[in-house]
């Protein structure tokens, strides 16, 4: 029952920006670590960042000091600040959460359906 719900990708120019938000749907009580993963053409997908329930944060080396992720408890909603964006970033970005507790059960490694960012000029 539990889902997880992508928006914000889109066409953008290098040095632009874009922010991704990902919203989990359900009776949630709580949700451990989330991340953002991507696969660009040719390749496996990897780990781009990934955010402890207390806010505790990692990135992958090529995106450190471009983009931030961030979570919305609340909301149950992680969210991808995407600056100075390169061609090499353009990939299908898909987010995960590791574990979901809900009203009927817990859900591990839950994964969106992924949202397409191009960066191109």
């Known amino acids: 029952q539990v889902q997880l719900v992508e928006s914000g990708g889109g066409l953008v120019q290098p040095g632009g920006s874009l922010r991704l938000s990902c919203a989990a749907s359900?009776?949630?009580?709580?949700?451990?670590?989330m991340g953002w993963y991507r696969r660009a053409p040719g390749k496996q997908r990897e780990l781009v960042a990934a955010?402890?329930?207390?806010?505790?944060?990692n990135y992958a080396d090529s995106v450190k000091g471009r983009f931030t992720i961030s979570r919305d408890n609340a909301k149950n909603t992680v969210y991808l600040q995407m600056n100075s964006l390169k061609p090499e970033d353009t990939a299908v970005y898909y987010c995960?959460?590791?574990?979901?507790?809900?009203?009927?059960?817990?859900?591990?490694?839950?994964w969106g359906q992924g949202t397409l960012v191009t960066v191109s000029s």
């Open positions: 995960k959460a590791d574990s979901v507790a809900t009203s009927v059960g817990v859900y591990r490694d839950v």
């Open positions: 955010i402890t329930s207390g806010g505790r944060t």
């Open positions: 359900g009776i949630i009580f709580s949700i451990n670590a």
